[in-house]
């Protein structure tokens, strides 16, 4: 399977550990994307990367997350001090990054659950 | 800054019933549309997009959505659905322009086809 991948796909954490996620894009793909999804919402977009320049970050990204994508192929997102309200969804997507219509792929996710 | 509105949180209907979810986006210049859908235990997958040319686009599996301009709507349909398309759907705009194309979902609806 040559999709996007995420490690772990789950993670229990007690508030205030830090956490870190990875997401593996589709080869070659110069885009990278962060979203984050609650129960019963749609995605909300967190950061992208292009190669390995982060161009914009959402304001829902606080100063206790921070994202990374060295040499532009993998990318990390670390959540420091973890709050209750940090369980979701944490989705990773790539697209090829060549047209403004490109499609985005979507990796499984990282459910995050913080106790 | 860019919304998006599916008027429907839950839909449940029999097989071979037609299937149409509404979709509002709020933004006046220029767009590229899309329809992600998700099946249970599975990723975000795409279903069609719409960026440019004839407003009714066809996608996998006999889904299609027509663009009206003037109503900033972008519904999909399904004229015969099946068991197998029970899932959860989610909208979704990127506004056209240079510089990131970042997708703002909408808040999904969740489709339920009884055999």
């Known amino acids: 399977d040559t999709g996007v991948s995420q490690n772990p796909r789950h993670k229990i954490t007690k508030r205030g550990q830090n956490v870190t996620f990875r997401c593996d894009p589709i080869s070659e793909h110069n885009r990278l994307y962060w979203y984050r999804q609650t129960l019963g919402q749609g995605p909300e977009f967190l950061t992208y990367f292009q190669n390995e320049a982060q161009l914009e970050k959402s304001r829902l990204l606080s100063d206790r997350f921070s994202a990374e994508r060295p040499k532009g192929s993998f990318s990390t997102l670390e959540i420091q001090r973890t709050e209750q309200g940090d369980s979701a969804m944490y989705l990773c997507a790539s697209s090829p990054g060549l047209a403004i219509s490109d499609t985005q792929y979507f990796g499984p996710g990282t459910r995050l659950t913080v106790l | ?115």
């Open chain 2, 1 to 115: 800054a860019q919304s998006v509105s599916q008027h429907n949180h839950h839909v449940i209907l029999s097989e071979a019933a037609s299937l149409e979810l509404g979709c509002n986006y709020s933004y006046g210049g220029t767009v590229n549309l899309f329809w992600y859908v998700q099946y249970p235990g599975q990723h975000l997958q795409l279903l069609l997009k719409y960026f440019s040319g004839d407003p009714l686009v066809k996608g996998i599996k006999g889904f299609e959505a027509e663009f009206i301009k003037s109503k900033f709507s972008f519904n999909l349909r399904k004229p015969s659905v099946q068991w197998s398309d029970t899932a959860e759907y989610f909208c979704a705009v990127n506004v056209n322009k240079a510089a990131g194309n970042k997708l703002t979902f909408g808040g999904g609806t969740r489709v339920l086809v009884k055999p």
